[in-house]
């Protein structure tokens, strides 16, 4: 006679919001709202392996109906809460080897009239190697990278252009130029493109906004606050902060630009930790819609690297932060801060990431020699360049990328609860810190780990209290 199988929890990350108690679904990435018995059949696995018959057993014990009871069994088992005991863990497949592009990052030009003293394009850590290519992208390049990006997301009706670069408004003739060229390419081929950039703002004109406002083109201001933060490092090269120069122009560009939200992206640095105050500057008095936050990439012994204390007092004001984006979401009104929103919209979506982001896959970067790169970090490095717009990419080297990022091939990552979402962290940030672009960012587990719990606890307070506003997020993912 065959035993019956006897059943182990899977891997599971318990946490409460809203006065209920939820599961984090590591496989799958999933949420699951622990009721009674749910909870009582994690209470009996935790203590011991148990069969089916076991547990529907122990459940009609607690007064449960019999059917009820193997249906609270069944559901758990099919959500992997529940696996037979000797179940291997679960990998992720890979994408597949023809997985469509979605989004071209193209770095115009690898020029800047801004020397900001952590960029990762011209600073101490760069990886890349310009000299002997052009300095600004030519309309032949570009026209054929809207090709490439069209003929190689065939299955998209959709596609995403991010103008980037150097400072991407030095080269706006061309922006302008490509502009017009995807949309009549996209017009002609009955898909949709939309735009994106991201500019350190000190180029703005009246009539780039207005161009801007006119093509529903997204944008992304590099910015680090008011002027004490600011200033210390995005400098021009003789010295002098950049504050003074971009602030009128950013304030004329949140109130001309009105077809989408203008978004600031700051880059916290040794003694530029101050989140709150900087979000309540960017937010409350020049106005940006929302406020994204990331510590600079760098090795932890330059001098604006932000230490261990740093970074804890990071994560308390994210927590401030992120108290206040709960308010707001529990009245049905949108905040700001969107380390939140993004991590919301990635756990509504059942985000369960076998790479941590789409570099390589379904975005790649291209600069302005046409060189083919992950994304737009790596463009004009030799060593990381995937091939060239006008051969097309370098399979093998985007395979080599790509089962080094898997998650499967991060050892240390295979039984952290956070990686779902995480998944080891930036390839770009790996290759500055350890040397490898598929080694997981090990220096900032706890601190991710803490994050995302507390976006869970967020999750699970306005799933029980205000489910409506997450619907929000399934647009997100429409885009
Ligand atoms: S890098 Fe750290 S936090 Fe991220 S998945 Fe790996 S072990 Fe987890
Ligand atoms: S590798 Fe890093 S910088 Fe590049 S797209 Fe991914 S997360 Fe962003």
Redesign the pocket.
Known sequence: MIAPATYRLGELHPFEGGGRKFLYLVPAGAIFEMDSGVAAVIGELSERPATREELVTSLIQRDFAYNDAWEVVEEMAQARAIVPAGAPPERLDSPPADFPLQSLVMNLTNQCNLSCQYCYEFGADKVATPEGKPKFMDIETARKSVDFLFDQSSGRRAVHITFFGGETLMNFPLLKQVVDYANRRAAELGRSIDFSLTTNATLLTPAIIEFLSENRIGVTVSMDGPPDLHDKLRVFSNGRGSYDVMEPRVRALIQGHRTRPIVARVTLTNGVTDVVRIYRHLKDDLGFHEVGFAPVTTLPDRLYAINEPGMDGVLRQFHTLAEEYLEYALRGELHGFTNVSDTLAELYQGVNKSH????GLG?LGVGPSGDIA?????VDSDAHALGNIATGVDRQKQSDFLARGHINSKYDCRSCWARPLCAG?????AFVRYGDTGHPNLHYCDWIRDWTDTCLRIFGTISAKNPEFLEKFAERKAL
């Open positions: 941590p982001c789409g570099a975005l992950p994304c737009h970090r790596f962290g930036c390839h770009h940030e």
